[in-house]
């Protein structure tokens, strides 16, 4: 069965701030190819690794404000399966 896309509003966002990282990612490694030194590789590598979580952050937030808060006004058997992928989501906090 083929589902339909699942987007939000802050989707293009995510991706946005996912790809500079990935841009500053592949920068990281051309650093270290270029053998330059551990601390700003290591400097580099902490923006990237911040960016990621940047958007991780947005893309949860925006899910548990959408998605979980409509299903949990629903009918218990969806606002208890709301309640399943909230904990499922937590996790990755």
């Known amino acids: ?3 339909s896309p699942h987007l939000h509003e802050s989707h293009p966002a995510v991706v946005k701030r996912l790809k500079r990282a990935g841009g500053h990612l592949n920068n990281v490694i051309d ?3 270029q053998g330059r030194e551990c601390v700003d590789v290591v400097q580099q590598l902490h923006a990237v ?3 990621i979580q940047a958007a991780k952050k947005v ?4 899910h548990v404000e959408h ?3 409509d299903a949990a006004r629903g009918p218990r058997g969806v ?3 709301a309640l399943r992928e909230f904990k ?3 996790k990755y906090l």
């Open 49 to 51: 690794e911040r960016a």
């Open 67 to 69: 998605c979980l808060d």
């Open 88 to 90: 499922d989501i937590a």
């Open 59 to 62: 893309l949860i937030h925006d």
């Open 31 to 33: 650093m270290i190819a």
């Open 79 to 81: 606002s208890q399966m």
């Open 1 to 3: 069965m083929v589902s």
